[in-house]
């Protein structure tokens, strides 16, 4: 069966506290957004179970100043009955940068997303980020 509009807006929401998560700096809530086995292929470098994505969102905000993730034109796609589905979606990191600092787009790209429900929460199995850069090669 496709999926329910409340499966549509919990993956909607996923994306939102991904976002949220690794921007602040919390390496527990980022975690949990993923599976057990989860991982997240950040243009060729893959992070993978929770304790390796917990300490990459814990690490973020303190490389990058104010990071600030939007992710924009989602197209979800799954089965509800499977507890399975994709998402595919733009990308968009700003961060402040410059003196006086403004907040510029540092990083932009793709997401291409497997996604599992597991104890009746959507989760990522594998989120895939291909930079803008590399899109082409």
Same mark, same amino acid.
């Given at each position: 069966?496709?999926?329910?509009?409340?499966?549509?807006?919990?993956?909607?929401?996923?994306?939102?506290?991904?976002?949220?998560?690794? #921007?602040?700096? /919390?390496?527990?809530?980022? @975690?949990?957004?993923?599976? /057990?086995?989860?991982?997240? #292929?950040?243009? !060729?470098?893959?992070?993978? +179970?929770?304790?390796?994505?917990?300490?990459?969102?814990?690490?973020?905000?303190?490389?990058?100043?104010?990071?600030?993730?939007?992710?924009?034109?989602?197209?979800?796609? !799954? #089965?509800?009955?499977?507890?399975?589905?994709?998402? @595919?979606?733009?990308? *968009?990191?700003?961060?402040?940068? +410059?003196?006086?600092?403004?907040? *510029?787009?540092?990083?932009?790209?793709?997401?291409?997303?497997?996604?599992?429900?597991? /104890? +009746?929460?959507?989760?990522?199995?594998?989120?895939?980020?291909?930079?803008?850069? #590399?899109? +082409?090669?």
């Amino acid at each position: 069966m496709a999926l329910t509009v409340e499966d549509r807006l919990e993956i909607t929401e996923l994306v939102a506290r991904y976002n949220h998560a690794v #921007d602040s700096g /919390d390496g527990k809530a980022f @975690a949990d957004t993923f599976t /057990d086995d989860g991982a997240l #292929d950040a243009a !060729g470098r893959v992070i993978e +179970g929770r304790a390796a994505l917990a300490s990459f969102a814990e690490r973020l905000p303190k490389s990058v100043r104010a990071p600030r993730h939007i992710a924009s034109n989602l197209l979800v796609d !799954g #089965d509800s009955d499977a507890c399975t589905a994709t998402l @595919a979606a733009y990308v *968009q990191m700003y961060a402040l940068d +410059g003196e006086p600092p403004r907040q *510029q787009v540092v990083a932009s790209g793709l997401y291409d997303d497997r996604l599992t429900k597991v /104890d +009746g929460r959507w989760r990522f199995e594998r989120r895939v980020f291909t930079a803008d850069r #590399d899109a +082409g090669s």
